[in-house]
């Protein structure tokens, strides 16, 4: 069988398009003609006898294109690794590191060791925000470099570091709590108030009714699927709802019930990669010094 090697600017390029979502986009970002995108994308695709790339709008990577892009952001990151190492960082173009989060660790603790290392290093952070059960998905599919993430298992070809528990409490503001819980939280009572939720695929606020003998369906609901928006809902009286500690206002009052326990890990592409692993790094010690 013949041998094949993946050219690294045709993985580059399928990273591009993947990135900007079209083969117009990605040519301005390479500063190439929509043609040659088109051109550099068949000649792979027919070298790897595999389609990479779904041309919808936007396009979709197959597996196959996962693969390729998974290649193409390795190969970026250990270049910039080895101009770093031989003193030409300097004269490098700034690289994209790519991480997902969800959004409370984002609203909370995830910014501030982003911007320490931005001020120290020459790179650019590209968040993907998702919920903590399915940040993974994007490490698998080679969107992102590194996830915060509740799946302790680690996703293949990566390694994962526990960071700490994010902490959540069922508060309302004091006219809610007043109007709808008047004569305690009971399960009478939680059947009928309105309580926020972050939005479909979010489980806290049910699996806090579940503890309380509720059943979360049937139960009035507002979605806010924005971390700070939710919490300033809940503040607003739109509904009770699952505060992190990090976020709660010092006028909302807590509805009792368990404190819910999130905990959260750190994955990352198993890579020797002295950036990605500055990275984390900080972020550890950031999660060290705020999570329960």
Same mark, same amino acid.
């Given at each position: ?6 050219? +690294? ?40 006898? *595999? ?18 892009? *998974? ?8 270049? #910039? ?20 989060? &969800? ?17 120290? !290093?020459?790179?650019?952070?590209? @968040? !993907? $925000?998702?919920?903590? &059960?399915? =940040?993974?998905? @994007? ?21 994962? =570091? ?23 939280? =009971? ?18 606020? !049910?699996?806090?009714? #579940?503890?309380?003998?509720?059943? #979360?369906?049937?139960?009035? $609901? #507002? ?7 939710? /919490?300033?809902?809940?503040? @607003? ?11 709660? /206002? ?7 019930? +368990? ?10 592409? &198993?890579?020797?990669?002295? @950036?990605?692993? =500055? ?14």
């Amino acid at each position: 069988m013949a041998y094949v090697r993946i050219d +690294p600017e045709l993985a580059a390029t399928v990273a591009a398009v993947a990135d900007e979502g079209t083969l117009d986009a990605a040519s301005r970002r390479l500063l190439i003609t929509p043609s040659a995108v088109s051109q550099r994308l068949k000649a792979l695709e027919q070298q790897l006898g *595999r389609v990479l790339v779904v041309r919808t709008k936007p396009v979709r990577l197959t597996e196959a294109g996962e693969a390729v892009v *998974r290649l193409a952001r390795q190969i970026a990151l250990l270049e #910039h690794d080895a101009l770093g190492g031989l003193g030409l960082d300097g004269d490098a173009p700034r690289i994209s590191i790519p991480l997902a989060v &969800n959004a409370d660790s984002m609203a909370t603790w995830f910014l501030p060791p982003l911007a320490r290392l931005s001020a120290r !290093h020459d790179i650019d952070f590209d @968040l !993907h $925000r998702d919920d903590q &059960n399915f =940040t993974a998905r @994007l490490l698998e599919s080679g969107t992102v470099m590194a996830a915060v993430t509740s799946e302790e298992t680690p996703v293949a070809g990566c390694a994962v =570091t526990p960071l700490g528990v994010l902490e959540y409490r069922a508060m309302a503001e004091p006219a809610f709590a007043r109007r709808w819980f008047a004569g305690g939280v =009971t399960t009478e009572a939680l059947t009928v108030a309105p309580f926020v939720d972050f939005d479909r695929r979010d489980s806290l606020q !049910h699996d806090w009714l #579940h503890a309380m003998g509720v059943p #979360h369906q049937g139960v009035p $609901r #507002h979605y806010v699927p924005a971390s700070h928006d939710y /919490a300033l809902a809940v503040e @607003l009286g739109l509904g009770w709802g699952m505060v992190p500690t990090l976020q709660q /206002a010092p006028d909302l009052v807590p509805l009792g019930g +368990p404190t819910l326990r999130v905990r959260l890990h750190w994955q990352q592409w &198993n890579l020797r990669s002295a @950036l990605l692993d =500055t990275i984390a790094a900080e972020v550890a010690a950031e999660a060290r010094r705020v999570l329960a």
